[in-house]
């Protein structure tokens, strides 16, 4: 009898505690269309002819759909900005990755030793400074490395500012692999590079996939480095060269949109190939 | 080997065993430190000492003591800089908390919208500030942009031109960008609070409101924190956005610190002023995070692992 009781209790307050929840769904559904209406006008746009842009409704599609847009930024200079990004990219994020694995391997590890401890607090101190305050001497030290206007300048400070992040969020994934399964590889012999990339790296694979995107968006996004350290337009990446482009060509704003998207577009690929792991990364990461 | 892992096994912490192994183990930390030390750290202290001398970013460095320094603490554009700098925290915070909770709080009910709202709330994340302060700039325009494409008198405003409305566009471009993402950790955040809490208060007939003024909001204190402190510090870095958007303007009403440190040095070439700019936005940053630390209450490493 308690029992029954107890159960038609706990549905009926349970199907009181489902009702709407209308101010959040109003909201929502608001700053759902906030967020929509502009990506849907930057894409309409940059499919309409210039001469179109100026008479129809800015919301409504393009009657007469163009690629000329595209086709007028992809015959500039894009294709070179594009592989630029593409370079420092890869160039950053590969070798900021594999750094900060091996140094949070070693941090979860080893971490009673001093001198781990000690490179531990230094990466959680880089996280609370906000690295642009040190540009003014990274400036410097690429001049003095005659590094300047040069992709590697580039490449060399994205990886030192990835590194502190990188390290934190590897290292709270290594630490939840088994104690046991580090154990049972030593007792079989394996080294600690070898347990590194044969055990550690594989079973924290999500985790590297959302520091790996993570890291390829801040560097792919990225606009004070290239503004400062660079000069020629050749060895411009996407963000500065958009800014430049939207100085050249104000006027012809769907061309504009057009180089707004072709710059998004990878790194929406990329969004998309690793969504799962990186909301699923994401998450873990930022309850713990 | 074998012995190395039999006294590992006989301590109860067994991260700890022989210094060679440790040996070992730091040097897999040492790429990581070279670089981070060569464009971090060096540069840290390197701000601190350009903000000693004086260099117009081409010729040679002199030391020149505390000019630099005398000049930026008795130059007006410093503290206005700073209110700026904090007007923009404050209203960015203000304006984005309350609209994420409420949003988090729906998404973490709701199960049949959530994998699409995550899908559409990414993007202004995948999208560099760069090119959102290009694309707003032209929607904002009120010869050519969507306000008077739509003939919405509203909406015809001179957005970037008028001091006032160009720092609010500055506010609801960095929401526009970041609401979203902050909605997704709430939500999380919501998820985590066991369901038997709820359970009890509805026992109690506690209603809707009651239940979120006294289980959500209390149980997400952690993820308030986190949130805000992303949103407190990410807010002193605010550079791409404002300098593409409106370039600290009209006059000075949106010449944030970083963008104040960006104008000395790289348009006037006063890297020494420039430098002790920065050295203050080193110290705000730092100052944040310490207050941020001491609200939380938390190990260093759990609150900084929600700093990043």
Do not use: C
């Given at each position: 009898?308690?029992?029954?009781?107890?159960?038609?209790?706990?549905?009926?307050?349970?199907?009181?505690?489902?009702?709407?929840?209308?101010?959040?769904?109003?909201?929502?559904?608001?700053?759902?269309?906030?967020?929509?209406?502009?990506?849907?006008?930057?894409?309409?746009?940059?499919?309409?002819?210039?001469?179109?842009?100026?008479?129809?409704?800015?919301?409504?599609?393009?009657?007469?759909?163009?690629?000329?847009?595209?086709?007028?930024?992809?015959?500039?200079?894009?294709?070179?900005?594009?592989?630029?990004?593409?370079?420092?990219?890869?160039?950053?994020?590969?070798?900021?990755?594999?750094?900060?694995?091996?140094?949070?391997?070693?941090?979860?590890?080893?971490?009673?030793?001093?001198?781990?401890?000690?490179?531990?607090?230094?990466?959680?101190?880089?996280?609370?400074?906000?690295?642009?305050?040190?540009?003014?001497?990274?400036?410097?030290?690429?001049?003095?490395?005659?590094?300047?206007?040069?992709?590697?300048?580039?490449?060399?400070?994205?990886?030192?500012?990835?590194?502190?992040?990188?390290?934190?969020?590897?290292?709270?994934?290594?630490?939840?692999?088994?104690?046991?399964?580090?154990?049972?590889?030593?007792?079989?012999?394996?080294?600690?590079?070898?347990?590194?990339?044969?055990?550690?790296?594989?079973?924290?694979?999500?985790?590297?996939?959302?520091?790996?995107?993570?890291?390829?968006?801040?560097?792919?996004?990225?606009?004070?480095?290239?503004?400062?350290?660079?000069?020629?337009?050749?060895?411009?990446?996407?963000?500065?060269?958009?800014?430049?482009?939207?100085?050249?060509?104000?006027?012809?704003?769907?061309?504009?949109?057009?180089?707004?998207?072709?710059?998004?577009?990878?790194?929406?690929?990329?969004?998309?190939?690793?969504?799962?792991?990186?909301?699923?990364?994401?998450?873990?990461?930022f309850?713990? | 080997?074998?012995?190395?892992?039999?006294?590992?096994?006989?301590?109860?912490?067994?991260?700890?065993?022989?210094?060679?192994?440790?040996?070992?183990?730091?040097?897999?930390?040492?790429?990581?430190?070279?670089?981070?030390?060569?464009?971090?750290?060096?540069?840290?202290?390197?701000?601190?000492?350009?903000?000693?001398?004086?260099?117009?970013?081409?010729?040679?460095?002199?030391?020149?003591?505390?000019?630099?320094?005398?000049?930026?603490?008795?130059?007006?554009?410093?503290?206005?800089?700073?209110?700026?700098?904090?007007?923009?925290?404050?209203?960015?915070?203000?304006?984005?908390?309350?609209?994420?909770?409420?949003?988090?709080?729906?998404?973490?009910?709701?199960?049949?919208?959530?994998?699409?709202?995550?899908?559409?709330?990414?993007?202004?994340?995948?999208?560099?500030?760069?090119?959102?302060?290009?694309?707003?700039?032209?929607?904002?325009?009120?010869?050519?942009?969507?306000?008077?494409?739509?003939?919405?008198?509203?909406?015809?405003?001179?957005?970037?031109?008028?001091?006032?409305?160009?720092?609010?566009?500055?506010?609801?471009?960095?929401?526009?960008?970041?609401?979203?993402?902050?909605?997704?950790i709430?939500?999380?955040g919501?998820?985590?609070?066991?369901?038997?809490?709820?359970?009890?208060?509805?026992?109690?007939?506690?209603?809707?409101?009651?239940?979120?003024?006294?289980?959500?909001?209390?149980?997400?204190?952690y993820t308030i924190i986190t949130s805000s402190t992303l949103?407190?510090?990410?807010?002193?870095?605010?550079?791409?956005?404002?300098?593409?958007?409106?370039?600290?303007?009209?006059?000075?009403?949106?010449?944030?610190?970083?963008?104040?440190?960006?104008?000395?040095?790289?348009?006037?070439?006063?890297?020494?002023?420039?430098?002790?700019?920065?050295?203050?936005?080193?110290?705000?940053?730092?100052?944040?995070?310490?207050?941020?630390?001491?609200?939380?209450?938390?190990?260093?490493?759990?609150s900084?692992m929600e700093g990043?």
């Amino acid at each position: 009898m308690d029992v029954t009781q107890a159960g038609t209790h706990r549905r009926v307050n349970g199907t009181r505690g489902e009702r709407p929840n209308w101010l959040g769904g109003l909201v929502s559904l608001l700053w759902l269309a906030v967020v929509i209406i502009p990506i849907y006008w930057i894409v309409i746009t940059s499919f309409k002819a210039q001469s179109s842009y100026y008479a129809t409704n800015p919301l409504a599609p393009p009657t007469e759909p163009t690629l000329a847009n595209y086709r007028m930024v992809i015959e500039s200079d894009f294709p070179l900005y594009f592989l630029n990004s593409l370079i420092v990219t890869i160039g950053a994020v590969v070798p900021a990755v594999a750094f900060s694995f091996m140094a949070a391997y070693a941090v979860v590890r080893g971490g009673t030793g001093r001198f781990l401890r000690g490179v531990n607090s230094l990466f959680l101190m880089g996280l609370a400074i906000p690295l642009q305050a040190t540009i003014i001497p990274v400036y410097l030290i690429i001049i003095r490395l005659h590094l300047y206007d040069s992709l590697l300048g580039l490449i060399l400070p994205s990886i030192a500012f990835a590194i502190p992040l990188s390290v934190l969020v590897l290292s709270n994934f290594i630490r939840d692999v088994p104690k046991e399964l580090f154990e049972s590889m030593r007792l079989d012999g394996a080294s600690e590079w070898m347990t590194l990339w044969r055990l550690a790296f594989p079973l924290t694979r999500p985790a590297v996939v959302t520091v790996t995107i993570y890291n390829a968006l801040q560097i792919w996004n990225g606009f004070l480095l290239p503004l400062i350290l660079t000069q020629s337009p050749d060895k411009r990446t996407l963000p500065l060269a958009l800014w430049s482009f939207q100085g050249q060509y104000s006027v012809n704003v769907p061309a504009v949109l057009a180089s707004v998207v072709l710059t998004t577009l990878p790194i929406l690929i990329l969004y998309v190939v690793g969504r799962r792991q990186l909301i699923s990364g994401l998450t873990v990461g930022f309850s713990k | 080997m074998i012995t190395q892992a039999t006294s590992a096994q006989r301590r109860t912490p067994p991260a700890a065993t022989g210094g060679a192994r440790n040996g070992y183990l730091s040097w897999l930390a040492v790429p990581a430190l070279l670089i981070f030390i060569g464009f971090g750290v060096i540069p840290l202290v390197g701000v601190l000492f350009l903000s000693f001398t004086s260099w117009d970013g081409l010729g040679e460095i002199h030391l020149s003591g505390l000019t630099s320094w005398q000049s930026v603490l008795s130059d007006p554009g410093l503290p206005h800089a700073l209110w700026i700098t904090f007007l923009v925290m404050a209203a960015s915070w203000g304006f984005q908390t309350p609209l994420s909770i409420l949003i988090g709080v729906f998404l973490a009910g709701q199960q049949r919208y959530r994998a699409v709202l995550a899908v559409v709330f990414f993007i202004p994340l995948l999208l560099s500030q760069a090119a959102i302060a290009i694309a707003y700039k032209a929607l904002l325009d009120p010869n050519f942009g969507l306000g008077a494409g739509l003939h919405i008198d509203l909406l015809v405003q001179d957005w970037l031109g008028r001091p006032v409305l160009a720092f609010s566009v500055v506010i609801f471009v960095v929401s526009w960008q970041f609401i979203p993402f902050h909605s997704l950790i709430y939500q999380g955040g919501v998820r985590q609070i066991p369901r038997t809490m709820y359970e009890a208060a509805e026992m109690d007939g506690a209603g809707r409101v009651r239940k979120f003024f006294s289980i959500t909001l209390p149980q997400l204190k952690y993820t308030i924190i986190t949130s805000s402190t992303l949103m407190v510090v990410g807010s002193l870095t605010f550079f791409d956005l404002i300098f593409v958007l409106t370039a600290g303007g009209p006059g000075d009403a949106t010449r944030v610190l970083a963008l104040d440190m960006y104008k000395r040095g790289f348009q006037a070439n006063l890297m020494g002023p420039a430098s002790a700019i920065a050295v203050i936005l080193v110290l705000v940053g730092l100052a944040l995070a310490l207050l941020l630390r001491r609200l939380g209450g938390r190990d260093p490493q759990a609150s900084q692992m929600e700093g990043a």
